[in-house]
């Protein structure tokens, strides 16, 4: 079993940064790649970034040169440094994870909002 315990996010102002993160618990070895998504009202969820074991990452062209997903294995924790915050960025934000068996698991969810 796998848990995902996130941290982080609120209410900033447009042009803001903001740090999520996202601790990582019980069969953690078993985990491969780690990301975040992210649903705001009305929209499907979507992929905003992930982070692969060998470190690999990968970004939705929304956030692409504004938001930083790093992870340190040794806190079994990846981190989601968001930076010049838009209102459109604006959602519920849950943490990811899939392990070797293409298992996927999720965190609670924590809003952030970006006020113009």
């Known amino acids: 079993q796998v848990q995902l315990g996130e941290s982080g996010g609120g209410l900033v102002q447009a042009g803001g940064s903001l740090r999520r993160s996202c601790v990582v618990s019980g069969r953690n070895f078993s985990i491969r790649q780690m990301g975040w998504d992210r649903q705001a009202p009305g929209n499907q969820r979507e992929l905003v970034a992930a982070i692969s074991s060998a470190e690999i990452t990968n970004y939705a062209d929304s956030v692409k040169g504004r938001f930083t997903i790093f992870r340190d294995n040794a806190k079994n924790t990846v981190y989601l440094q968001m930076n010049s915050l838009k209102p459109e960025d604006t959602a519920v934000y849950y943490c990811?994870?899939?392990?070797?068996?293409?298992?996927?698991?999720w965190g609670q969810g924590t809003q952030v909002t970006v006020s113009s």
């Open positions: 990811n994870a899939v392990d070797t068996f293409q298992r996927g698991y």
